[in-house]
């Protein structure tokens, strides 16, 4: 079973890489690997899109300067059907839409868009930094053994507005009502950096590495 991080240069892989490979180690999870070549991703049970940075720039870096990356990627979870995990600009590029800068199409998986954060009270900052309680929505294989209340670590300026409220899975309160994990059919998203949240993101991502759509 083998897992790959999608290496396109947006953000710092190292410690999701650490995570989802002691993961795997504890869980016996297969195999993860961190790679910008399209026949790794081709050939992967498991594909997850990490993401730092503004989403223009992170779909360009994708989409447009690693075209046969991206189109192996869409091959593997479109076609194969292989389980996704997008985790910050990785979850926002499943929206239909990014707002961030300019308008930007993301990958339409989710019918959504990627709006600036407005919390009500205006003595909340932003980006949302920090940690926060997570709110869980509806049931999910990924989320098993998580509840609300849970702590998760977010850094963000921008989340995703969902046309469906079913594929919103989890959100947290800022002010509001923030996105914290979306899905649909094969694929999820989070918000918040599973990597850096602890034992409630370690539980995501085994259970990520065992998940069967």
């Not at 016996?28 to 049970?45: F, I, K, Y």
């Not at 009500?120 to 999910?140: R, S």
């Not at 609300?148 to 947290?172: I, K, N």
């Amino acid at each position: 079973m083998l897992t790959v991080l999608v290496d396109y240069d947006s953000g710092n892989l190292h410690s999701a890489a650490k995570a989802f490979q002691r993961m795997a180690r504890e869980t016996d999870g297969g195999t993860v690997l961190v790679s910008a070549n399209p026949e790794d991703v081709a050939r992967a049970d498991r594909v997850v899109l990490p993401g730092d940075g503004a989403f223009p720039s992170c779909r360009e870096g994708l989409v447009r300067d690693r075209a046969a990356l991206y189109q192996a990627l869409v091959e593997t979870v479109e076609d194969r059907g292989r389980p996704f995990l997008g985790i910050c600009v990785g979850m926002q590029l499943m929206a239909r839409t990014g707002t961030e800068y300019r308008e930007t199409p993301g990958f339409g998986w989710i019918d959504g868009t990627v709006n600036r954060i407005v919390p009500a009270n205006p003595a909340l900052k932003v980006p949302h930094m920090g940690w926060n309680d997570l709110i869980l929505d509806d049931p999910h294989p990924v989320l098993a053994g998580l509840a609300t209340g849970d702590h998760a670590y977010f850094v963000h300026s921008y989340h995703m507005e969902v046309a469906d409220p079913a594929q919103r899975l989890a959100h947290c309160d800022y002010g509001g009502p923030v996105t914290a994990v979306v899905g649909i059919a094969n694929r999820v998203g989070t918000q918040f950096h599973p990597e850096k949240s602890q034992s409630a993101g370690l539980r995501l991502i085994a259970n990520f590495l065992h998940w069967r759509p």
